[in-house]
């Protein structure tokens, strides 16, 4: 059962990997594009902190080992998730039924037709910024460090991805969510690279309890960098990640499945 | 003659009123990112009380306002519109009409922005103008000049989009085009995430010589007032100039693009 999952989603993924490399030049150039925007904005961050050495106490180093993290399991998760991106386009032409009437769960047919591959070039310059910055913080592999690391960072695609999950999901109550997944998804990441210390009381519990990105950067790094700056929060938040990622899992799932039972066709 | 492109632009204020949900949403969110860039810059500027010429005050309403002005680069999506066009081959319904296709859809783009400037960019702004003080433009010429810029640059924007979006016809896919561009170097050029004397010399000079920060650091710094007699003529004149270019080469890109046309699956 488990094997023949696996086959058929290396097929459909497949295929749709191959649909894209047909036009190669646009394929290389959007790499090539995304690398040099995480480029930019770490350039951006970069200048930024050059000129004022630390923000609320985090040095260049530890906030970019915050972006990595951060941007790490974001980039992850954009590979497995591309479908969620514009997910409503499915219920505004109707092509959600021939997905309902195929014999495999819905879910799983929707990520498995739809992985791209463009977003490993985000993961890859991902993956190099965030070992780049380990190393500037003076952080050293030991077999406790890694395992942690390896586990937020799992921790924290899931979480990123559950977040995508709900707000796509949106689309079967509202038959439009445009581009309130990706949106709401980079907003959040985007507020997770920087030390959530910077923001108010609201912004933080919005950060902690409802879209919890602080545990994908922010919390598992006041394990690794030994900072100590909980705000106020249990100091258990630093080991926090997996059980996060765990109930958002479930959450997620079952507001995807009452809202496909409750989705009815568009009827065009 | 306006007339029936005006109809373009009334039509599409008027579709994009229909997702009520999704315009709510989108502010929502726009707060959010907005919010993270404001108290990231708080968080800096403690302890300090000018950096570059920007206060505390100054730099927050250089933020809020770049900020504001970035959401046409993400809400306009001009080369994702043509590049369905070509794939589809519903662009030769457009060709067959008696109309200039650049000025119908600078027609339509603009009334999708123009919801945009009223829902979405004017409520957030506000927002943020009442909730952190923020600073007006010194005088009433200043705000003038200030939405004079922004829609220069709003046309540069559309032009590049539309440049971007006339490549569908020679490359079909643009998404990678797009990416690189709109992503990347508008993203680093045009000053959305810190203003241009923030940026070191190299980046600060090839910023000078492309058009991005025509599209948001022009008209921000005009409204903070950090552009000032002689400068702000400049600028304008500058944003002209790119205006005149980019629209000529959109031009000339769609005339070839058509006289090259072929239908797929037509």
Same mark, same amino acid.
């Given at each position: 059962?488990?094997? #023949?999952?696996?086959?058929?989603?290396?097929?459909?993924?497949?295929?749709?990997? #191959?649909?894209?490399?047909?036009? #190669?030049?646009? @394929?290389?150039?959007?790499?090539?594009?995304?690398?040099?925007?995480?480029?930019?904005?770490?350039?951006?961050?970069?200048?930024?902190?050059?000129?004022?050495?630390?923000?609320?106490? /985090?040095?260049?180093?530890? *906030?970019?080992?915050?972006?990595?993290?951060?941007?790490?399991?974001?980039?992850?998760?954009?590979?497995?998730?591309?479908?969620?991106?514009?997910?409503?386009?499915?219920?505004?032409?109707?092509?959600?039924?021939?997905?309902?009437?195929?014999?495999?769960?819905?879910? @799983?047919?929707?990520?498995?037709?739809?992985?791209?591959?463009?977003?490993?070039?985000?993961?890859?310059?991902?993956?190099?910024?965030?070992?780049?910055?380990?190393?500037?913080?003076?952080?050293?592999?030991?077999?406790?460090?890694?395992?942690?690391?390896?586990?937020?960072?799992?921790?924290?695609?899931?979480?990123?991805?559950?977040?995508?999950?709900?707000?796509?999901?949106?689309?079967? /109550?509202?038959?439009?969510?445009?581009?309130?997944?990706?949106?709401?998804?980079?907003?959040?990441?985007?507020?997770?690279?920087?030390?959530?210390?910077?923001?108010?009381?609201? *912004?933080?519990?919005?950060?902690?309890?409802?879209?919890?990105?602080?545990? *994908?950067?922010?919390?598992?790094?006041?394990?690794?960098?030994?900072?100590?700056?909980?705000?106020?929060?249990?100091?258990?938040?630093?080991?926090?990640?997996?059980?996060?990622?765990? *109930?958002?899992?479930?959450?997620?799932?079952?507001?995807?499945?009452?809202?496909?039972? #409750?989705?009815?066709?568009?009827?065009? | 003659?306006?007339?029936? &492109?005006?109809?373009?632009?009334?039509?599409?204020?008027?579709?994009?009123?229909?997702?009520?949900?999704?315009?709510?949403?989108?502010?929502?969110?726009?707060?959010?990112?907005?919010?993270?860039?404001?108290?990231?810059?708080?968080?800096?500027?403690?302890?300090?009380?000018?950096?570059?010429? &920007? +206060?505390?005050?100054?730099?927050?309403?250089?933020?809020?306002?770049?900020?504001?002005?970035?959401?046409?680069?993400?809400?306009?999506?001009?080369?994702?519109?043509?590049?369905?066009?070509?794939?589809?081959?519903?662009?030769?319904? +457009?060709?067959?009409?008696?109309? +200039?296709?650049?000025?119908?859809?600078?027609?339509?783009?603009?009334?999708?922005?123009?919801?945009?400037?009223? %829902?979405?960019?004017?409520?957030?702004?506000?927002? %943020? &103008?009442?909730?952190?003080?923020?600073?007006?433009?010194?005088?009433?010429?200043?705000?003038?000049?200030?939405?004079?810029?922004?829609?220069?640059?709003?046309?540069?924007?559309?032009?590049?989009?539309?440049?971007?979006?006339?490549?569908?016809?020679?490359?079909?896919?643009?998404?990678?085009? &797009?990416?690189?561009?709109?992503?990347?170097?508008?993203?680093? %050029?045009?000053?959305?995430?810190?203003?241009?004397?923030?940026?070191?010399?190299?980046?600060?000079?090839?910023?000078?010589?492309?058009?991005?920060?025509?599209?948001?650091? %022009?008209?921000?710094?005009?409204?903070?007032?950090?552009?000032?007699?002689?400068?702000?003529?400049?600028?304008?004149?500058?944003?002209?100039?790119?205006?005149?270019?980019?629209?000529?080469?959109?031009?000339?890109?769609?005339?070839?693009?058509?006289?090259?046309?072929?239908?797929?699956?037509?």
């Amino acid at each position: 059962m488990m094997r #023949r999952y696996i086959k058929l989603y290396f097929l459909l993924a497949g295929a749709y990997v #191959r649909s894209r490399l047909q036009y #190669r030049l646009s @394929f290389g150039l959007m790499c090539f594009g995304i690398v040099v925007s995480e480029a930019c904005l770490l350039g951006l961050l970069g200048a930024l902190l050059a000129k004022f050495r630390t923000v609320n106490g /985090w040095t260049w180093a530890e *906030v970019v080992f915050l972006y990595g993290l951060g941007n790490v399991a974001h980039s992850f998760m954009r590979i497995l998730g591309s479908q969620l991106d514009d997910f409503d386009r499915y219920i505004i032409r109707g092509e959600l039924d021939g997905v309902l009437i195929r014999p495999v769960p819905p879910l @799983f047919y929707l990520l498995a037709s739809r992985v791209e591959l463009i977003h490993v070039s985000r993961a890859l310059t991902s993956v190099a910024i965030f070992v780049v910055a380990f190393h500037l913080t003076d952080l050293r592999w030991t077999l406790s460090v890694a395992l942690f690391t390896f586990t937020t960072i799992l921790s924290g695609g899931v979480i990123m991805f559950t977040l995508m999950l709900i707000s796509a999901t949106v689309a079967l /109550w509202t038959t439009k969510s445009g581009k309130l997944t990706d949106l709401l998804v980079a907003a959040t990441k985007e507020a997770a690279i920087f030390p959530i210390s910077i923001y108010p009381l609201a *912004v933080r519990l919005l950060l902690t309890f409802i879209l919890p990105v602080a545990f *994908v950067t922010y919390y598992p790094a006041q394990q690794l960098l030994q900072k100590g700056e909980f705000l106020g929060m249990p100091e258990s938040f630093q080991f926090g990640a997996p059980v996060v990622a765990l *109930v958002m899992v479930c959450a997620s799932y079952l507001l995807w499945c009452s809202g496909l039972r #409750r989705y009815h066709s568009t009827g065009s | 003659m306006i007339k029936k &492109y005006l109809t373009f632009t009334v039509k599409a204020f008027q579709r994009t009123l229909t997702y009520r949900f999704e315009l709510w949403m989108e502010l929502l969110i726009n707060v959010l990112f907005m919010l993270v860039y404001v108290y990231l810059w708080k968080a800096l500027y403690t302890g300090r009380t000018s950096v570059e010429g &920007y +206060d505390l005050n100054g730099i927050l309403t250089y933020i809020v306002v770049s900020q504001t002005l970035l959401t046409f680069t993400f809400t306009l999506r001009i080369a994702r519109i043509i590049e369905e066009k070509v794939r589809t081959g519903e662009v030769v319904t +457009d060709l067959m009409k008696p109309i +200039d296709f650049q000025l119908m859809t600078l027609a339509t783009a603009a009334g999708t922005s123009s919801h945009t400037a009223l %829902f979405n960019m004017l409520p957030k702004f506000l927002l %943020f &103008y009442g909730a952190f003080g923020l600073s007006l433009p010194p005088s009433l010429l200043t705000l003038s000049l200030f939405i004079m810029s922004v829609v220069l640059g709003y046309v540069i924007l559309f032009s590049i989009e539309f440049i971007i979006g006339i490549f569908a016809f020679w490359l079909v896919e643009i998404r990678g085009l &797009y990416a690189f561009v709109i992503w990347g170097l508008a993203m680093l %050029f045009s000053g959305y995430f810190l203003p241009l004397e923030f940026y070191p010399t190299f980046l600060a000079k090839v910023a000078a010589v492309l058009p991005f920060r025509a599209i948001i650091y %022009f008209p921000t710094a005009i409204y903070t007032g950090q552009f000032i007699g002689e400068h702000l003529v400049t600028a304008l004149l500058i944003q002209l100039a790119w205006v005149g270019a980019l629209v000529g080469i959109g031009r000339l890109g769609y005339r070839a693009a058509f006289r090259k046309l072929v239908i797929q699956g037509g």
